[in-house]
């Protein structure tokens, strides 16, 4: 009876932890606080809302250039940030672009009660490309900036529809289960094997799907030829720079690899200062026609 007993609190044990670690990738355990909006960088903007397929409400801005242009950029967050966050990161875009940034599913203002670190993003990427396409036809030149889950966003994204000119991907991860394991590994020192495991199997059950399908390796090649820039950060301990390169090898030319040096993850905005901006904007110039 006693090894049966252990048997079975094992057993509870085991689901239990698969559980909390399913919990930490649906729900983010650093979700930034939506502090930042287009009026602190003298913005013209405009708040809008619209539906996903599966009936969530998504929130964010159309934000006009200073100057009349017809190219803008769709622009795609991370996971635990938002569309604040994101424009901080990149507000001297507007000096040359229209820009539209908005909050996934259970980020920032959006609805929803878990996030999917990009397999269910790919609905709320569906539908934002949508609504920009039907309430801003006049913004006929389309490229796409995405960062970690908005640049795995950006990738799908852009492989089912090729309408965009071009793309800038910062800080992708290459795998599903790769990312989950490495972030596991960085802050709680757990093994793949039982954890890691036990966690992609309690997060396909929720899911009723394997998120592995959402993963860049198996959209890279997809990607039409059109000019790409790829961007790491050299410190990046959750995508490290051999992850974005492999990427970028197996991604159709024209492309750019641009390594900031000194960057963290997310943080090649600030360690790339002048240097960042001007490569990003340059990119985006050349290669989006207005």
Known sequence: MSWILLALGT??????????????????????????????FSLSFEKVQFQTDDGLLLRGWLISARKPVRRALLCCHGWGDNKGDLLKRIHFLADEFNLFLFDSRS???????????????????????????????????????????????????????????????????RSFREVVAQFSKNNYRLPYFPFVWAVLLAVSWRLRADPESCSPALHIGRLPKKP?????AENDPLMPVPVVRWLYERAASPKEFYLVAGAFHANCWEAGGEEYRRRLTSFFKEHLPD
Request: proline letters at 6%.
């Open 11 to 40: 057993l509870l044990l085991f689901a239990s932890a698969a559980a909390w670690g399913a919990s930490v990738i649906f729900h983010p355990p650093r979700m930034i606080a939506h502090t930042i909006w287009p009026d602190q």
């Open 107 to 173: 980020h920032g203002e959006s609805e929803g009660k878990i996030t999917g670190n990009g397999f269910l993003e790919a609905r709320d990427f569906a539908a934002a490309l949508r609504f920009l396409q039907e309430r801003r036809p006049e913004w006929v030149s389309l490229g796409l900036y995405g960062l970690s889950m908005g640049a795995v966003m950006a990738i799908q994204g852009m492989a089912d529809r090729p309408v965009f000119a071009c793309a800038a991907f910062e800080s992708p991860y």
């Open 228 to 232: 790409l820039l790829f961007i790491a």
